[in-house]
């Protein structure tokens, strides 16, 4: 079974960077999609970006144009590039890894807190 581990995360002013890591404990070449989730408190779970194996993206209204996700097969890892965070972003982010008829695989969560 591949673990995924997300790094990057932590405390940012508001218009600050950060780039999130997620890193497979094997290849993620047969990964279909992968993608990073957030959750803030009080709130569901939602989708921030995903990245198909032809680098297809698709973005959350609310991160186009601010976030770039990517994936190096090569190093078996997918990165999510945030740029001009808001307080708004902030929330624990998950990284997510799918393939056909396997149940997904979840990191375990990492915080970000953009501060005002």
């Known amino acids: 079974q591949v673990q995924l581990v997300e790094s990057g995360g932590g405390l940012v002013q508001a218009g600050g960077s950060l780039r999130l890591s997620c890193a497979a404990s094997?290849?993620?070449?047969?990964?279909?999609?992968m993608g990073w989730y957030r959750q803030a408190p009080g709130k569901q779970r939602e989708l921030v970006a995903i990245?198909?194996?032809?680098?297809?993206?698709k973005y959350s209204d609310s991160v186009k144009g601010r976030f770039t996700i990517s994936r190096d097969n090569a190093k078996n890892t997918m990165y999510l590039q945030m740029r001009n965070l808001k307080p708004d972003d902030t929330a624990v982010y998950y990284c997510?890894?799918?393939?056909?008829?396997?149940?997904?695989?979840w990191g375990q969560g990492m915080q970000v807190t953009v501060s005002s």
């Open positions: 990245i198909d194996r032809s680098g297809g993206t």
């Open positions: 094997g290849s993620i070449s047969s990964f279909r999609i």
């Open positions: 997510n890894a799918q393939r056909l008829s396997f149940p997904d695989i």
